[in-house]
């Protein structure tokens, strides 16, 4: 069966929301790069809501040349959204029906890992339903100390148990923690 990886960029005091405008922390030495590459290599499906649907369908498309790009451009992305009706990004597919059971589908289909940036509605209801098998954590060395709870990491929700399987500490000071979900 196929795994679902989630990689999400997080603040040291939980804000999630809009980390492209977060200060940088500067050089990573392209380890943060060669980390994101590798895993959008190692899948072969895109699944995100619409927000984040929004915010990647005007970028990835202009650009090109690196595997990383060429690979998020040509592979299957399916966008969660009841209202999104005609996506203009290749190879996309609206789930406009209940999630869970077309995200339980894909996982069932032969294939590669299918990756998740970000976390919001959709990723709670993965959580809920116990489809999301890997959280990736990259805990950025900053407090944004803005934003309401809608920013922020916290969702109401049951308990989820996480196994910690990995830390990588980039020279940045981003550490990237990644958790199996139980």
Not at 26 to 51: E, H, P, V, Y
Request: proline share 5%.
């Amino acid at each position: 069966m196929r795994r679902i990886i989630n990689s999400t960029y997080v603040s040291a005091d939980g804000v999630i929301e809009k980390p492209h405008l977060w200060p940088s922390s500067g050089s990573s030495g392209g380890a943060a790069d060669k980390i994101q590459t590798d895993l959008l290599l190692s899948c072969d499906a895109l699944i995100m809501g619409r927000r984040t649907y929004e915010g990647f369908a005007p970028v990835w498309p202009t650009r090109s040349g690196d595997p990383a790009s060429d690979h998020i451009n040509a592979m299957d992305k399916y966008v969660v959204s009841s209202t999104l009706t005609d996506p203009e990004w290749t190879n996309t597919t609206v789930i406009a029906d209940d999630p869970i059971v077309a995200i339980e589908a894909m996982k069932a289909k032969p294939g590669k890992n299918i990756v998740q940036y970000g976390i919001g509605r959709l990723t709670h209801s993965l959580l809920d339903h116990g489809l999301l098998d890997e959280l990736r954590l990259w805990v950025h060395p900053l407090l944004v100390r803005s934003g309401g709870a809608q920013d922020l990491l916290y969702r109401d929700g049951r308990l989820t148990q996480l196994t910690l399987e990995d830390v990588t500490r980039l020279d940045n000071g981003i550490v990237i923690l990644s958790y199996q979900v139980q």
